[in-house]
């Protein structure tokens, strides 16, 4: 139906629409400080040819093929009318999405440091193997907090337990950005004018766009588990 068009379009236009149009707007903006680090135009028409001509078919004929499987598939028997969530479970849902990302964020805490050092000198990440292991420890410390979260809204009788597993797990991506932020403005070197503030927009969008991401991969992760 109707849902399942806003799920399809949804996933093939919303967050990568709001991805190439931050990357335009900065690139527009890099262009007008006259550095030669903007991207050709051309370049982007091809990025937008792969975006709109390739990715979102493909998202299109993936959602198809997989809507398809799902009706052919056994589906649980349910009871036509929904039962009433209770008041103490609702007030303790945003709870659970502020508090679910504590742990996953706390294991990633120091690579994600290293990382930020890493970029803002300059020099090159070999810490692949390291960053390997601790992206292990944190799929499976999102999948327990998932389970955990999961079963703690069920027993206090709230039915909505997919949000909860996908919102409790997606806020790491809110720790990370603010901390990004913080990283910011750690090593303060005045205000920032002319291409210093373009710099740092460039860094905010693109930390934004990476915290964005690894909120939905995490939010995935603990609504599959």
């Known amino acids: 139906g109707s849902s399942r068009k806003l799920v399809t379009f949804g996933s093939a236009?919303?967050?990568?629409?709001?991805?190439?149009?931050?990357?335009?707007?900065?690139?527009?903006?890099?262009?007008?400080?006259?550095?030669?680090?903007?991207?050709?135009?051309?370049t982007l028409l091809l990025l937008l040819f792969f975006w709109v001509g390739i990715s979102a078919p493909l998202v299109?004929?993936?959602?198809?093929?997989?809507?398809?499987?799902?009706?052919?598939?056994?589906?649980?028997?349910?009871?036509?009318?929904?039962?009433?969530?209770?008041?103490?479970?609702?007030?303790?849902?945003?709870l659970l999405y502020v508090t679910g990302g504590i742990v996953p964020f706390g294991c990633i805490f120091a690579e994600i440091v290293f990382t930020l050092d890493d970029f803002n000198k300059g020099h090159l990440?070999?810490?692949?193997?390291?960053a390997f292991i601790l992206f292990a420890i944190l799929i499976i410390t999102t999948?327990?907090?998932?389970?955990?979260?999961?079963?703690?809204?069920l027993c206090k009788g709230n039915w909505k337990w997919s949000w909860q597993a996908f919102?409790?797990?997606?806020?790491?991506?809110l720790?990370?950005?603010?901390?990004?932020?913080y990283y910011l403005f750690k090593t303060p070197d005045g205000a920032p004018e002319g291409a210093a503030l373009i710099a740092w927009l460039v860094y905010i969008s693109y930390m934004g766009i990476a915290c964005?991401?690894?909120?939905?991969?995490?939010g995935c992760i603990g609504f599959y588990t």
Not at 212 to 218: D, K, P, R, T, Y
Request: glycine content about 10%; proline content about 4%.
């Open 143 to 153: 999948a327990e907090i998932s389970v955990i979260i999961t079963y703690v809204g």
């Open 175 to 181: 720790y990370v950005f603010v901390y990004g932020i």
């Open 125 to 130: 990440f070999f810490l692949y193997g390291t």
């Open 60 to 94: 299109v004929l993936g959602s198809v093929v997989g809507f398809r499987q799902l009706s052919k598939g056994k589906s649980a028997r349910t009871n036509h009318i929904a039962s009433d969530i209770p008041a103490e479970s609702q007030r303790l849902v945003p």
């Open 13 to 42: 236009f919303l967050f990568p629409g709001i991805c190439f149009s931050i990357f335009f707007a900065l690139n527009l903006a890099v262009s007008f400080t006259g550095s030669s680090s903007a991207v050709p135009f051309r």
């Open 212 to 218: 964005g991401a690894f909120a939905l991969m995490c």
């Open 167 to 173: 919102g409790s797990n997606s806020s790491i991506g």
